[in-house]
């Protein structure tokens, strides 16, 4: 089993930063590839970035390539989503998710073992 707490969301204006954290608890973290999904009202929940349990693979949605950067920390247990450029189309909830079979490269959220409660980014204009 695997718990996942997802933080650093908030409010922001655009072209502002943050950082999301998600701390892991369990077993065997280190071997899961995990990633970052968002939903917005009123919308599917979509794939933002992804990672492989080395670190050495990571994977963007193009909406987001170039302004965002996933980051992971096995000695922490964390991994890390630098958010940057926001625009307001990036508000949503952010939640992390661990795939123990995956590259980082899932895109598809049913193929994820497990999830955390969510984060709310909100971008202002």
């Known amino acids: 089993q695997v718990q996942l707490v997802e933080s650093g969301g908030g409010l922001v204006q655009a072209g502002g930063s943050l950082r999301l954290s998600c701390a892991a608890s369990?077993?065997?973290?280190?071997?899961?590839?995990m990633g970052w999904f968002r939903q917005a009202p009123g919308k599917e929940r979509e794939f933002v970035a992804g990672?492989?349990?080395?670190?050495?693979?990571?994977y963007y949605a193009d909406s987001v390539k170039g302004r965002f950067t996933i980051s992971g920390d096995n000695a922490k247990n964390t991994v890390y989503l630098q958010m940057d450029s926001l625009k307001p189309e990036d508000t949503a909830v952010y939640y992390c998710?661990?795939?123990?079979?995956?590259?980082?490269?899932?895109?598809?959220?049913?193929?994820?073992?497990?999830w955390g409660q969510g984060t709310q980014v909100t971008v202002s204009s």
């Open positions: 998710a661990a795939d123990r079979r995956g590259s980082g490269s899932v895109t598809v959220p049913n193929e994820y073992d497990y």
């Open positions: 369990g077993r065997t973290f280190s071997r899961y590839a």
């Open positions: 990672i492989s349990w080395t670190g050495g693979s990571t």
